[in-house]
């Protein structure tokens, strides 16, 4: 039975690697390269252009962002699939690139035949993950939804006043501005905001926002546009 080509758009911050991946990649019968891309915007928007069946991009490296890469991709929603290139062992970008919504990983310490299998293996529908992370990978998740059942619970303490309050601290509003807008006092306001700090067990409006966006909160709690 013939292999089916597995059509492959690649992204990295090093031209050098790309091209070297391009010839070694390109050589190999059921693979097909559309091109490759050193900026994450170039790399998007040829998966767009191109629609290839899988884009191989390389973990974070100088002037280059490989889960903003994958990231982006997905929000295409193309049936492109994501595999991400990281370091052996990287259990953190692993987790990130699980989280960005890549469809395997691999590692540079991986042969050519591995990085043909994992293509035709994704392009498949199939999830590809090193062996030896697996475990490592399931205890990040575990403790990432244990972190994220933590945030929901946190927020959920708040009052509704106190989730206008956070709304307009996350789009930068002052006390004063906030105390005219929701028609309180600035005291009333101020009070509003130490306890919304202290409920979610953050020091500063810019780590309660940050808390806001990392666990998508607003839009979970169905709060304005998300």
């Not at 990649?25 to 693979?31: F, S």
């Not at 990130?96 to 043909?116: E, H, I, M, P, Q």
Request: proline share 4%.
């Amino acid at each position: 039975m013939a292999l089916e080509t597995a059509t492959v758009v690649l992204g990295g911050g090093m031209p050098a690697v790309l091209e070297v991946l391009d010839f070694a990649l390109g050589r190999r019968p059921g693979v097909a390269i559309l091109g490759w891309d050193t900026s994450v915007q170039g790399t998007v928007d040829k998966v767009a252009a191109r629609s290839p069946d899988v884009a191989l991009v390389c973990a974070d490296l100088p002037d280059w962002d490989g889960i903003k890469a994958c990231t982006d991709i997905k929000r295409l929603g193309t049936p492109t699939r994501v595999i991400v290139v990281g370091s052996e062992g990287d259990q953190a970008t692993l987790i990130s690139a699980v989280k960005a919504g890549a469809d395997g990983y691999v590692t540079v310490a991986d042969s050519v035949d591995d990085l043909v299998g994992a293509l035709h293996q994704v392009h498949r529908g199939e999830s590809r993950v090193p062996p030896l992370m697996l475990g490592s990978l399931l205890r990040g998740l575990i403790e990432l939804r244990r972190e994220d059942d933590a945030a929901v619970e946190r927020f959920a303490s708040l009052g509704n006043r106190e989730r206008e309050v956070l709304v307009e601290l996350v789009a930068g509003l002052d006390h004063h501005t906030i105390a005219t807008k929701l028609h309180l006092s600035p005291h009333t306001v101020r009070t509003h905001s130490q306890n919304i700090l202290t409920k979610l067990g953050v020091h500063s409006r810019l780590e309660a926002a940050r808390f806001v966006f990392e666990h998508d909160l607003f839009s979970r709690f169905g709060i304005g546009d998300g």
